[in-house]
């Protein structure tokens, strides 16, 4: 494994101009190698506008208090005039959903969808995750090397994600399908769609296979499901098929690309910070502030994009309408003037919850709790039945900047 912060001091980040700066390469999240960009950015430029990029001229913002005065500005930053991700969309193939809505509308839309998320139905499925995630777990291999991605975190979220839809069990890795579908870079060679186009007729098919389940649910008495809510709630009953398509993408990637990089992300930094590993297993009581810190160290969503709706000011720089704000949250999670030894991984912080992995303000993650107890779970039943579980080469990471991705994790649990 890494260092715990590789700080490779031959990286262009300490030789290039300021104004060469383009943050938005996913090639920098694919090798890993974004920390010395960020770190000098917070010190030397912490808003700053990069005129040309793959996705067009944008403003950079990385300090965690800047990034805040966007969040909580939502009249002023908003998410519908042009999206959440760096990339602009082409307005045909564009699927509108709630976290791409300013209010009125969002506010509604996710009134419809929070219930599943609810304390009480919280309650409600812990059994039955704690059951899977035993499950699971009780039938890893001892003493060989197998991809902790594949055999944990993709299993664990793809069954959550059958149980928020209510969908048919045996079919449930279709909707890990589409979640890749909706989040890949259609740039990268390995993505399982290629172009726009292509992305929407397979998110098309998706639309389709639920609608029959959708449709059925609206003549049903309304159940705590998600697609039986958006088939009651007075506001997402009726919705376009694009709107549809985009309301479900929405729910699909947040309720599992993001859980399942936090599973993997929390494994690889318990190895990096091994004297960590050992606080935890000598007091598993820890894992209530390991989960929160897993989630900022680990950031599964890089950034989120705001457009401006009218001529404005950020920390001294004048922003006309219309121009894109780039909130990286990579960044604000390791701001020194925010978070203390913010590059370590400490499981015992005092405010382990102080972190920008679920955003803030109107928009801030309505599954977070559900994520924390996902984790929660995960590390509970973990470490009662493994001493240690050895991360034993690189990890494979995802080509993107919006995912934190791990795509493969090889570990070995000793006999
Ligand atoms: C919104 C991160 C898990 C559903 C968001 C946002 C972030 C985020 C950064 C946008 C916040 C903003 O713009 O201020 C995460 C992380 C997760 C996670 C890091 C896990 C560790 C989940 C889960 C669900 C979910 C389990 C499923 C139920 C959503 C939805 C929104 C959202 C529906 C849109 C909220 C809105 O626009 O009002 N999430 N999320 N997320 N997340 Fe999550």
């Known amino acids: 494994m890494n260092a715990p912060v590789p700080i490779d001091t031959s990286s262009p980040a300490y030789s290039l101009p300021l104004d060469r700066y383009d943050v938005s390469d996913p090639a920098l999240y694919q090798n890993d190698t974004w920390y010395p960009y960020f770190k000098r950015l917070r010190r030397e430029a912490p808003i700053t506008y990069v005129p040309d990029s793959l996705y067009g001229p944008y403003w950079s913002v990385t300090?965690?208090?800047?990034?805040?005065?966007?969040?909580?500005?939502?009249?002023?930053?908003s998410n519908e005039i042009g999206g959440i991700t760096i990339e602009d969309f082409p307005l045909d193939l564009q699927r509108p959903s709630f976290i791409r809505m300013d209010p009125p509308k969002h506010d509604?839309?996710?009134?419809?969808?929070?219930?599943?998320v609810a304390?009480?139905?919280?309650?409600?499925?812990?059994?039955?995750?704690?059951?899977?995630?035993?499950?699971?777990?009780?039938?890893?291999?001892?003493?060989?090397?197998?991809?902790?991605?594949?055999?944990?975190?993709?299993?664990?979220?793809?069954?959550?994600l059958a149980t928020l839809f209510d969908y048919p069990f045996e079919e449930r890795t279709q909707l890990t399908y589409w979640?890749?579908?909706?989040?890949?870079?259609?740039r990268d060679p390995s993505s399982p769609v290629h172009s726009e186009q292509e992305r929407f007729e397979?998110?098309?098919?998706?639309?389709?296979?639920?609608?029959?389940?959708?449709?059925?649910?609206r003549n049903q008495p309304p159940k705590f499901d998600l697609l039986s809510m958006l088939a009651h709630g007075e506001s997402t009953r009726d919705m376009p098929l694009k709107e549809f398509m985009g309301n479900l993408s929405l729910l699909i990637v947040g309720g599992n690309d993001t859980t399942r990089n936090s599973m993997s992300g929390g494994l690889m930094a318990l190895n990096q910070f091994p004297d960590q590993y050992r606080k935890l297993m000598a007091n598993p009581k820890l894992i209530e502030s390991l989960v929160p810190e897993i989630i900022r160290y680990h950031t599964p969503v890089i950034h989120m994009r705001r457009t401006t709706s009218q001529?404005?000011?950020?920390g001294g720089h004048a922003i006309k309408a219309g121009d894109k704000v780039?909130?990286?949250?990579?960044?604000?999670?390791?701001?020194?003037?925010?978070?203390e030894n913010p590059n370590d991984f400490i499981i015992d912080r005092a405010r382990p919850r102080q972190h920008l992995s679920f955003g803030f303000g109107i928009h801030r993650c309505v599954g977070n709790r559900l994520a924390e107890l996902q984790l929660r779970i995960l590390w509970e039943e973990i470490l009662p039945r493994f001493p240690m579980i050895e991360v034993v080469g690189e990890p494979k990471r995802?080509?993107?900047?919006f995912i934190r991705g791990i795509r493969h994790l090889p570990v070995r649990i000793p006999g």
């Open 63 to 77: 300090k965690y208090k800047d990034i805040m005065h966007c969040e909580v500005h939502h009249e002023v930053f």
């Open 326 to 339: 780039v909130m990286w949250y990579i960044s604000g999670n390791r701001d020194e003037d925010a978070i």
């Open 179 to 186: 979640s890749d579908v909706a989040i890949c870079n259609v």
């Open 202 to 217: 397979e998110l098309k098919k998706m639309a389709a296979a639920m609608s029959a389940l959708f449709n059925e649910r």
């Open 398 to 401: 995802l080509y993107s900047n």
């Open 311 to 314: 001529d404005t000011e950020l």
């Open 119 to 160: 304390p009480a139905n919280l309650a409600n499925m812990e059994p039955l995750i704690r059951e899977r995630t035993r499950l699971v777990l009780d039938a890893l291999p001892r003493n060989e090397t197998f991809d902790w991605v594949e055999h944990v975190s993709v299993k664990l979220t793809t069954m959550m």
């Open 108 to 116: 509604e839309q996710r009134k419809v969808a929070s219930p599943i």
